[in-house]
Nanobody, 115 residues
Framework: QVQLVESGGGLVEAGGSLTLSCVAS????????MAWYRQAPGKQPELVAS???????NYADAVKGRFAISRGNAKNTVTLQMNTLKVEDTGVYYC?????????WGQGTQVTVSS
C-alpha cells in the first residue's frame, strides 16, 4: 500500500509562484512514475505534469514553460515548481503514482490564484 501526501498549496496572486511537494511512503522500491493532476471547480481532472522512467517529463500545454516537475532530494518525492501562476491554474492538485499495477492518489492540495 502506497500513501501519498501533498503539501505546498495556498493562495497566491497572479504572476506569483508556488512549490508543491509530494512524499510517497509504503514501499522501499523506487517509484519510477510520479505525476501531478489538477481539478478545477466544475471540471474534470487533468494531467499537469509527469515524470516517467528515464526522467522523461511531460507537461500539459497550458503549463509548459511555467511549471517544472522534478524529483525531490529524498527517495520517492516529487516537486512541482509553479511560476507565473494564472487564475486558471486554480484547483486542487493531486499527486499520483503507479505501483504493482495500481494507481495511487494523494488527498490533494488546494491552489488558489487571485487576480
Amino acid at each position: 500500500q502506497v500513501q501519498l501526501v501533498e503539501s505546498g498549496g495556498g493562495l497566491v496572486e497572479a504572476g506569483g509562484s508556488l512549490t508543491l511537494s509530494c512524499v510517497a511512503s509504503g514501499t522501499r522500491l523506487l517509484l519510477d512514475y510520479m505525476a501531478w493532476y489538477r481539478q478545477a471547480p466544475g471540471k474534470q481532472p487533468e494531467l499537469v505534469a509527469s515524470r516517467a522512467p528515464g526522467d522523461v517529463t511531460n507537461y500539459a500545454d497550458a503549463v509548459k514553460g511555467r511549471f517544472a516537475i522534478s524529483r525531490g532530494n529524498a527517495k520517492n518525492t516529487v516537486t512541482l515548481q509553479m511560476n507565473t501562476l494564472k487564475v486558471e491554474d486554480t484547483g486542487v492538485y493531486y499527486c499520483t503514482t503507479k505501483f504493482m499495477g495500481r494507481n495511487y492518489w494523494g488527498q490533494g492540495t488546494q491552489v488558489t490564484v487571485s487576480s
